[in-house]
């Protein structure tokens, strides 16, 4: 339940449309569901601004379609990150408007028109293979209703395809980096924008990679001002850092 939906409730209390009972009947589950496999938080929108994230990986497809359906019954928009098609394919029996988006492994049911989304945040790739993660973080950035613009495979190696679209740098209201190997492109981008940049370092790359590990620490010692990192292969992480500094920016 979000503000919206609670002053709705409250307003229409005052008008008399419902009564006391039924207020108390919708509040009854506030602040956490127990399904006794998972304590559905209910209050996460109310005190973050959008609701709680299922992680998919790791539970059955029963216990994810359950869970989407009791959080689409209460909020507007549900996202689920790391979901495999059998999962999608039982949450849609249970939320027809379930959408999959197969690269970012994303499940997003909505009931809200997200064509219009606030702020302007800019995802970029170093490489193709680092789609996934940056996919990731854009279809959750638009779960959140956030305008994103992709710009995609413009790493270091040829830095030439990044210098030439350095109007989109100037535009974005912040900026998500994603990029594996030695993740040299968030420092690039730092340096050439004035916007927050928040890195994302993939597990992409040869042996020395060590598993994101490489990118990881370049990113933090970056050298660059306004350089901000979440976990390897973390692009949900990366949007909702991105919805926190828009939203704060749009309510000051």
């Known amino acids: 339940m979000g503000r919206d939906e609670l002053r ?46 299922v992680f998919c990986q790791g539970k059955t497809v029963e216990q994810v379609a359950e869970i989407f359906a009791r959080l689409a019954a209460k909020s507007k928009t549900v996202l689920g990150t790391r979901a495999s098609c059998e999962a999608f394919h039982a949450v849609k029996e249970r939320c027809p408007n379930a959408v999959y988006h197969q690269l970012a492994r994303c499940i997003v049911v909505s009931s809200e028109d997200s064509s219009e989304g606030k702020g302007n945040v800019l995802v970029i790739s170093a490489g193709t293979a680092d789609l996934p993660v940056a996919e990731e973080a854009a279809v959750s950035a638009e779960a959140m209703g956030l305008k994103v613009t992709r710009l995609y495979d413009v790493g270091v190696s040829g830095i030439h395809r990044l210098l030439e679209n350095r109007r989109l740098l100037q535009e974005a209201t912040v900026v998500i980096v994603v990029a594996g190997m030695e993740g040299a492109l968030a420092s690039v981008v730092g340096g050439l924008t004035r916007r927050p940049v928040i890195a994302v370092p993939t597990s992409v790359g040869y042996g020395a990679n060590f598993g994101g590990l490489s990118a990881l620490l370049t990113m933090l010692n970056s050298c660059a001002p306004g350089v901000g990192v979440v976990n390897i292969d973390n692009g949900y992480g990366a949007a909702a850092l991105a919805y926190a500094i828009v939203d704060t920016g749009s309510s000051i």
């Open 8 to 53: 709705i409730l409250l307003e229409s209390l005052l008008s008399g449309k419902i009564t006391v009972e039924q207020v108390l009947e919708q509040l009854s589950q506030l602040p956490y569901e127990d399904l006794g496999y998972a304590r559905l938080d209910h209050h996460r929108e109310l005190r973050k601004g959008f609701p709680e994230v």
